[in-house]
Each structure stands twice: as structure tokens, then as C-alpha cells.
């Protein structure tokens, strides 16, 4: 069995939807880290046990929805799952004395200027504390698997991210309806897009730069495109309805240029209905809910295809769910933790820290 560790970190956890829920389970379960608080947005958690939340046995930490409480307490490390990043909020936590750990979109500051940059350093500096962006993508297939398959290569003339995921059982109203589109009318989308929706967009072009720079590429510039498919014969998905005529899915694709040419793409394919005709997808051409592949063109040309399930050993006969792809994410983040913990101060990306291993998954 592996040994004990030497120290536990203390971790408060903040925000408990879709990937939030899964981090307290993991926390809670990881020899080296300790739940020590829990933030949540919603008065109706507030007061519940962390446990209870997670859908998992009672804890005995209490969730509040005080922003103070929550810096008031002494944690060793935030981890930080909110859906949007609130970079005044996560500065407070550096400066107080707390690492921050985040699936909340920072993970390559250097890609939005140099003002970012500055006032993410000033809150670790005087806080002697580190951040680290992360996530399942961005975050591991556009940017991990890349980047270490690299090390394989002799030439590489072109890389490509592809993500296929299906929406039908993830249940956000606001992710999928508000912000994707799906289930409104095409017309109605561009004419009032999401205030976030080009933030998360760039959040892609984030992997780009970070990929660029680790493989010493002078990126130009980052090219995007957006198709959207409409469903004729409309359906009904666990976040909502998706009426006939509105939008069931949506392709994206970033291209970083180099010299004039995209030499890595990254290219989204996101779906809520599997009846929008030639070129979107059928639900045979992926094998699980969510896959992301990631092809090296190059000497040797390299694909690495990338699934997360219940079980391979086992195939589930129920619906297909993204919880899997949401552990995914959780976890990336959670098992970064004692790496943070332990860097010297400042932004530390996957450039900076060592190679992230899930210490503590044999239990």
C-alpha cells in the first residue's frame, strides 16, 4: 500500500455544480488533502453538509455562502470550480495566504495581457502563495496530451484537438441554453449572444498559445469559425426542450497560425440532437459521450484517442451521462493541489510544474 503522506493540505472548496460536487468527493477521499471549508453560491446549500451536497456520507463541514467566512478560514489551498472566474476574488484568496487551484478559465494568463499577468503575481506575491489553471479541456487534451506526445516527434507538421461531446444528459440550463444556444432559434442567438460566450471561446485560444509557446512556435494569430446545426425534428434533453427548427448543435474551430498556416487546430463538436443531416454527427461515431483525439501529423504521425467511462470492463445498458468527463475535470484539478501547494509563488501553468500523477487513487 502506498505510504502515508507527510502532510495534509488543508483545501476549501469553492462552488459545487456539475465538476464542484465531484472535487469534494475527491478531496475528501485523497490521502494527502483535507476538506476544511466549502463556499457555495446557492442560500439553499448553505448550512448542508459538504458530504450531503457531494451526494456522498456526511463530512462535518458545513457549507456557507459568506465570502468572508470563507477567507477568514485557514486552508492551505482554494479549489476553485465557479463557472466563470472572478479574478478580484480569486487575488483576495492569493493575497490572504491561500494557493488557488482552477477549472475557472486562467489557464494560460499570459494569453490576456500583461495587466492580468501583473495583478495575478502582485496578490501571490504578497501572499506567498501560487495559481494554476486546469481543467479536462482546456486543460488536459488540448494542451497536456499534445504537448507530451510531442516529446515522440521528429517533425510535426500540423497538430489537431478534436472534442466530440453530447449534451443530451448534461443538465445546465445556462451552459447549454442560454450560452450554447441549444433549443433557440438561430436568429435570436446572434442577435443576443451570451455575455460570456466569447470569454469561454477564448478559453481555446488559451490552449493554443500555450501549446505554441511550450513548443517554442512564433503564433501569429488565432483564427475562429462557428457553424451551428438545426434540428428539424426537435427533442427533449435532461436541461430542457430543444423545439424543432432551433439550434441542436454547434461546431467550432480554432486554427493558431504560424507563418501563414494553422498549424494547431483545435475543433469542438457539441450536440443536443443526433437528427441535423450530412456532416453532424450519428450517435455511432463516437463510442463514448464525450472523446477528445489528438493527431500529430508529423514523422512519426501520432493519434492518441482519449475516453472516459463508468467502466470499459463492464458497458453500462442505461442512458450515457457526462459525470465521467466531470471526475475528469474535478480531478485534474484536485491531484494538482500538492503540487501547488509546494511551488514557489507566482502563476504556475503546466509549463512551470512537474508532471501531475494521481497520488492517492489506489485506495
Known amino acids: 500500500m502506498p505510504k502515508a503522506p507527510s502532510r495534509r493540505y488543508r483545501v ?31 442560500k439553499d446549500k448553505a448550512g448542508q453538509d459538504a458530504g450531503t451536497i457531494a451526494g456522498i456520507a456526511p463530512l ?9 467566512q470563507a477567507l477568514a478560514t485557514d486552508v492551505d489551498c482554494v479549489s476553485y470550480m465557479a463557472l466563470w472566474p472572478d479574478v478580484d476574488l480569486i487575488c483576495r484568496f492569493l493575497e490572504s495566504g491561500k494557493n488557488v487551484v482552477t477549472t475557472s478559465g486562467l489557464l494560460y494568463p499570459k494569453f490576456f495581457g500583461p495587466e492580468l499577468v501583473e495583478k495575478l503575481e502582485a496578490a501571490c506575491a504578497k501572499g506567498g502563495t501560487s495559481v494554476h489553471g486546469t481543467g479536462i479541456n482546456p486543460g488536459f487534451s488540448g494542451e497536456v496530451l499534445p504537448l507530451t506526445m510531442s516529446m515522440m516527434s521528429r517533425r510535426i507538421e500540423r497538430i489537431t484537438v478534436r472534442e466530440f461531446a453530447d449534451f443530451r444528459t448534461y ?15 438561430l436568429t435570436e442567438v446572434r442577435a443576443n449572444k451570451h455575455p460570456n460566450f466569447d470569454l469561454m471561446m477564448r478559453f481555446f485560444h488559451q490552449s493554443i498559445h500555450m501549446v505554441a509557446d511550450g513548443l517554442g512556435l512564433p503564433l501569429q494569430r488565432i483564427e475562429q469559425t462557428e457553424e451551428h446545426g438545426i ?26 497560425i504560424v507563418d501563414g498556416e494553422p498549424l494547431i487546430e483545435i475543433l469542438l463538436t457539441w450536440v443536443a440532437t443526433y437528427d441535423m443531416g450530412e456532416g453532424w454527427p450519428q450517435p455511432a461515431d463516437a463510442s463514448n459521450d464525450t472523446q477528445w483525439s489528438v493527431t500529430i501529423e508529423g514523422d512519426p504521425s501520432l493519434r492518441c484517442v482519449f475516453e472516459q467511462a463508468e467502466s470499459f470492463e463492464s458497458k453500462s445498458e442505461g442512458p450515457g451521462h457526462t459525470a465521467p468527463a466531470m471526475i475528469c475535470t474535478a480531478m485534474h484539478a484536485v491531484n494538482a493541489i500538492p503540487y501547488v501547494c509546494a511551488a514557489a509563488p507566482g502563476i504556475r501553468t503546466f509549463l512551470d510544474l512537474p508532471l501531475i500523477a494521481g497520488r492517492g487513487a489506489f485506495h
Not at 451552459?175 to 450554447?180: F, G, T
Open 231 to 256: 434540428t428539424p425534428g426537435g427533442t427533449v434533453i435532461e436541461s430542457g426542450p430543444v423545439p424543432p427548427g432551433t439550434i441542436g448543435g454547434i461546431k467550432t474551430r480554432f486554427s493558431g
Open 171 to 185: 443538465n445546465s440550463p445556462e451552459l447549454n441554453h442560454a450560452m450554447l444556444g441549444f433549443g433557440r432559434p
Open 12 to 42: 476549501l472548496q469553492y462552488a459545487t455544480g456539475g465538476v464542484g460536487k465531484h472535487a469534494v468527493a475527491g478531496i475528501a477521499a485523497h490521502p494527502e488533502l483535507e476538506l476544511s471549508g466549502l463556499l457555495v453560491h446557492s
Open 60 to 68: 462535518g463541514v458545513i457549507a456557507t455562502d459568506s465570502v468572508e
